[in-house]
């Protein structure tokens, strides 16, 4: 029923309280009213009249005879309730400016999230409004705002913050200033510290006048999302360059490298750290920790976190590694081509570790969740890598009397690749000059602290071998710049250090160059030049902390050396693998050299797997002679053997007659996989249906056997998987999948195939997407069937 205002100001300004305006509603169907009591100074209190206005029902009429006051405790509460209630200062509503193409998101560089979220960055402000139940009096009306986080806030811990609110707003403080007021409503410019922990906030208001104090309720729609800020100087992840950041803050998609450091592959990664539900699950992580919220805000801490909680052996991290070759319970590793459907299976299964992953999932996933939280970061591949085992700073081959390798000795192992990551901030827990790029891996090898974590560890301590400065800088510098040590076992079960060879660990240090999809080399970060003073320097301090300073030996004299080498690209897939051993006598005198070769099927981490073939040979050289000798292995030598990446290593070792020196070297080399072809069919634009044609040929003279074609592409298509059947041998396929783009702008499409017989096989195709509105407001004409849809 409507109901209207009835104020005492439109009446006798009469009594204590003349200028209070109050809301009680009246009947307006026609009745017939009582006539307005009239004010008589001689029969009539001042206060019992007004009170006989408001609420007849406290203060009836008296009759001429009754000379009684009204008593105070027959005043109904509700009379003074809203009274205080009209007077007491309220927050009605909250408004953030939460717009993905607002002010606070577009300055806050956080526009790209695919959510409503309010998502702010750390040390910026930001602007919100307030609705009040009154104009707000600045002399009399006191206001802040309170900001919680985490299961137990605390204001000594930074995760309860209480925002006052000043005239004029300062740096390096958390403050609040009315900027502009338009009746009932306020608008704050709020400032936040550039050490703040990041996570999610809950907000209240409280305010405070004469009338007393009020507390807003809390709206889980006005949590803030709080974040790391590279665009901010006084925030320790801040990063000068523009281009640096929009490559590793802002670009949603990536290259992965693998292979070998003479057969450098590469796949395409969809990071897919703005898709919409990733922060939640980014921030689910942190907060499964089990971390204390107050270290939240130091990226050493946060990234240590993470390279903690991505894997899975001892705190159900994300990510369950299986090195294998039986992921008959899960997912391939090589099946994956981005880390948003990892990430969404996690959170959606609460908690549950995905299966299954390997070193460049593990990395994979380490970019998207620090780049989703504001960390500057990328994907890197160390092709060589070296698995130390026991802290030597050392990689150790343990060999026979015969020369052979002692299969059970040989824990340390070199990977033909391993994918870590680097992450950008300063580092004021260390001297001066270890900021800048940090090391971190998430891969489950050794544990740091009791924990299976790496990082983050210094480059420009690793460089210098400066491996006592945290964290994990020993592991790291073994990784990239371990010398390798030949043992030998003797009769009396010791041994004795026979060779050493010093340039075989840490090539073709790899990540996506900035701006573009071209390898970018940045093994000079990680090392000196090898060979140089200031690279064996490095080692030499270095191996001084390792388990085996004492083996450290100065290099000897030799003449004849053996070299591994391979033509173009190196084998295909399905056919036979050709190398060229090569043997050089520097001497002036002849020398036969007895020459034991066997290879091996390897895991890419280093792991034997199996033994394909073995061989001994003795060759004669003479004075300052160079000598070929062509190898062949065929394809059904190795084709029952071979696991995910196709890899296999040589070993050769051998020993000079006539000087007793010994040869030893290791050559890795992987056996080329063909691509996926991604042909775009349509017309790309937001809404409109288009497809994408994926060709495959079998290089293989077997069938595939059950294969699955997975296809995804940010802002194209949400993860499909396609159970295809099976693929004859030799035989080329095409399928067609259906999709409708979502966003306009450049995009990539990826697909990959997996099947027991052949795994990383994978291809992408770039689609620039057009906005249908953006071409219609350049008043092109969109024909929604001038393209055939297969």
């Not at 292979?259 to 898709?275: A, D, K, L, P």
């Amino acid at each position: 029923m409507p109901v209207e205002t009835r104020s005492i100001r439109d009446r006798s300004a009469v009594g204590r309280f003349p200028s209070v305006t109050l809301g009680f509603g009246e009947d307006t169907e026609e009745e017939k009213e009582e006539p307005e009591p009239e004010y008589n100074a001689e029969k009539d209190n001042a206060c019992r009249w007004w009170l006989r206005k408001v609420c007849p029902c406290c203060c009836p009429k008296s009759n001429d005879d009754d000379i009684t006051d009204t008593p105070r405790d027959r005043l109904h509460s509700h009379v003074f309730a809203f009274i205080f209630a009209e007077l007491l200062l309220k927050v009605q509503s909250i408004d953030l400016m939460k717009s993905k193409s607002g002010q606070n998101r577009t300055e806050h560089h956080t526009n790209l999230y695919q959510s409503d979220d309010f998502v702010i960055r750390r040390g910026q402000t930001f602007q919100m409004w307030i609705t009040l139940s009154r104009p707000f009096n600045p002399d009399t009306d006191k206001l802040h705002l309170e900001l919680k986080t985490g299961p137990l806030p605390t204001v000594a811990k930074g995760t309860h913050v209480i925002i006052p609110l000043v005239e004029d707003l300062e740096d390096d403080r958390w403050e609040a200033a009315v900027v502009k007021q338009d009746d009932k409503r306020i608008k704050l410019s709020v400032n936040s510290l550039p050490t703040a922990a990041i996570g999610r906030y809950q907000l209240i208001v409280e305010t405070n006048c004469a009338s007393g104090k009020a507390v807003s309720t809390h709206n889980p729609a006005n949590d803030i999302y709080m974040l790391f800020n590279p665009w901010c100087e006084d925030d320790t992840v801040f990063m000068d360059s523009d281009d640096e950041r929009q490559e590793y803050v802002l670009n949603s998609v990536g290259r992965i490298y693998y292979g070998t450091q003479n057969q450098i592959g590469v796949r395409t990664w969809n990071y897919g750290q703005f898709h919409d539900g990733i922060l939640a699950a980014c921030l689910y992580v942190l907060e499964k920790s089990g971390t204390p919220p107050s270290g939240w805000g130091d990226p050493v801490n946060v990234v240590r976190v993470i390279s903690a909680m991505i894997n899975s052996p001892d705190d159900l991290g994300v990510v369950e590694g299986n090195w294998s070759g039986d992921y008959s319970l899960g997912t391939s590793p090589t099946f994956w081509s981005g880390s948003v459907e990892i990430l969404n299976e996690y959170y959606k299964n609460s908690g549950t570790p995905v299966k299954y992953g390997q070193c460049w999932i593990f990395a994979g996933v380490v970019t998207t969740v620090l780049r989703c939280l504001g960390i500057p970061s990328r994907t890197v591949t160390n092709f060589s890598s070296a698995h130390d085992t026991d802290v030597s700073l050392t990689t150790d081959v343990y060999l026979d009397e015969n020369l052979d390798p002692i299969a059970y000795l040989n824990t340390d192992s070199i990977w033909n690749f391993h994918v870590w990551n680097d992450s950008w901030m300063a580092r004021p827990d260390l001297p001066p000059g270890n900021g800048g790029w940090q090391a971190v891996d998430a891969t489950p090898q050794e544990t740091s602290q009791g924990t299976f974590r790496c990082g983050p560890a210094s480059l420009a301590a690793v460089r210098n071998g400066h491996v006592y400065l945290k964290h994990d800088s020993p592991f790291v510098f073994a990784e990239v710049n371990s010398d390798k040590i030949y043992w030998q076992r003797n009769v009396d079960g010791t041994f004795t250090q026979i060779y050493s060879e010093k340039k075989t660990v840490g090539h073709f240090i790899s990540t996506k160059a900035v701006g573009s999809d071209e390898r970018n080399d940045i093994t000079h970060l990680y090392k000196h030049p090898e060979g140089s003073e200031e690279e064996r320097i490095a080692v030499e301090t270095a191996c001084r902390y390792g388990t085996k300073a004492q083996t450290f030996s100065s290099p000897t004299a030799e003449d004849v050396s053996v070299e591994v080498t391979m033509e173009g690209e190196g084998p295909k897939m399905g056919g036979d693998a050709e190398l060229s051993l090569i043997l050089r006598n520097s001497s002036s005198e002849q020398r036969k050299v007895f020459l034991h070769s066997q290879v091996a099927v390897m895991y890419y981490t280093g792991v034997h797997k199996a033994t394909v073939r073995k061989d001994r040979t003795d060759v004669d050289l003479l004075p300052n002679e160079e000598k070929v000798l062509e190898w062949t292995l065929e394809y059904k030598d190795y084709k029952d053997q071979l696991i995910d990446q196709a890899a296999l290593m040589m070993t050769l070792t051998g020993r000079v007659k006539e000087t007793q020196q010994v040869l030893a070297t290791q050559f890795s080399f992987r056996l080329r996989t063909p691509d996926l072809i991604l042909k775009p069919i349509g017309k790309p634009v937001v809404g409109e249906k288009m497809a994408v044609e994926i060709s495959f040929t079998n290089p293989l003279p077997q069938v595939l056997k059950a294969v699955i074609f997975h296809v995804e592409g940010l802002g194209l298509l949400t993860a499909q998987k396609i159970n295809y059947g099976d693929i004859g041998s030799r035989a080329t396929v095409s399928l067609t999948e259906h999709f409708v783009p979502t966003l306009p702008g450049p995009r990539k499409l990826l697909a990959s195939l997996d099947c027991r017989q052949l795994t990383q096989v994978h291809g992408v195709t770039n689609i620039t997407v057009e906005d249908k509105i953006a071409m219609a407001s350049r008043g092109l004409a969109i024909d929604v069937g001038s393209y055939h849809h297969v």
